[in-house]
């Protein structure tokens, strides 16, 4: 699966989940990130740095998602895959 679709399958994981996804500048200031999640008035949200390349966009959601609870979702056998072989043993 080439990055853009599973970008776009990824994100729409994250919204299965009711997270949604978002990106900013995160290397602006004192603190340098390339993602997190978090909560945000009851509500969880994932934050990206916008200016990472689209292999590493993959990247850091990729490890987010996997430390997440997707196995009740109904998710393409390529993103199940991939989410699962970044989870950390």
């Given amino acids: 699966m080439k990055d853009e679709l599973l970008l776009e399958k990824l994100e729409e994981t994250a919204g299965k989940l009711s997270i949604k996804v978002d990106y900013d ?16 008035k ?15 966009r993959v990247a850091v959601l990729l490890g987010l998602l996997s430390i997440l609870d997707t196995e009740s979702l109904h998710l393409p056998d390529a993103v ?8 950390k043993p």
């Fill in 25 to 40: 500048d995160l290397h602006k200031g004192d603190i340098r990130t390339n993602g997190g999640i978090f909560t945000l």
């Fill in 42 to 56: 009851g509500e969880q949200r994932i934050l990206i740095h916008k200016k990472l390349s689209l292999k590493d």
């Fill in 80 to 87: 199940r895959k991939r989410i699962e072989g970044s989870r």
